[in-house]
């Protein structure tokens, strides 16, 4: 992407009314304003709060919003060009329960109040493979702690992921630590179970993902 588009895109993701864009420093002192508030302020409802971490072009959280009215979903990445795209469909389709936070993932338990969310996904994330990347994966022991910290007491986190090492690291220590593994699936599209939220959505990549015959894997746990 040339940085001409870059540049159109942050422009209007700063018009966009379902894009939210703190400053990290206002978020690490403490001072967003909607942390806590985002069903009075925010959404002006009081239905459930479901996050999408790392939400890319933001095709999930738009298909969840499309197919939960009944829900509110925020999307969540460091790269608002990217969900600029799923910021941009939504205000198209007129939902009114979908909205993006430009921000880390790491600050997730700084941008809401605890319990404050119903359900986390975390789609498609980067495995970190290399040891030394330990910290940055998504379903580590501290990331996993910040989540338990804004989520409902049987608050669900739903991991999909093409990485079979993703999804093996995040069962063994889900096990190892003694938290609530609801679901696990080691091949969606070939499970008459699966949830169709899982197999009834599908991104970009994860199309990709198929074609080159990989199998999606889905792991569904509480945080004890």
């Known amino acids: 992407m040339g940085s001409k588009n870059k540049l159109k895109r942050f422009r209007e993701n700063e018009s966009f009314s379902n894009v939210v864009q703190p400053t990290r420093e206002e978020v690490v002192d403490g001072e967003f304003i909607l942390k806590g508030k985002w069903s009075s302020d925010f959404f002006k409802n009081d239905k459930p709060i479901v996050l999408e971490l790392g939400c890319g072009k933001g095709e999930y959280s738009v298909a969840l919003a499309e197919a939960y009215p009944e829900k509110n979903f925020i999307g969540i990445d460091i790269k608002g060009a990217r969900f600029w795209r799923g910021a941009k469909t939504a205000l198209e389709e007129g939902l009114q329960n979908v909205a993006f936070l430009r921000s880390q993932i790491e600050l997730v338990d ?101 074609e080159q015959g990989k199998p999606i894997t889905y792991v569904q746990f509480r945080i004890k």
């Open 110 to 210: 700084l941008l809401f109040a605890e319990n404050e969310v119903d359900e986390i996904w975390i789609t498609f994330p980067d495995p970190q493979i290399k040891y030394k990347r330990t910290k940055h994966r998504m379903t580590n022991s501290e990331f996993l702690q910040r989540y338990k910290k804004i989520l409902k007491p049987q608050g669900l986190v739903n991991l999909k992921t093409d990485s079979e090492f993703m999804h093996g690291y995040t069962l063994g220590l889900l096990h190892g630590e003694g938290h609530e593994v609801v679901q696990a699936n080691h091949n969606v599209y070939k499970n008459e179970y699966s949830p169709k939220e899982v197999t009834g959505i599908q991104t970009f990549y994860e199309k990709q993902y198929l």
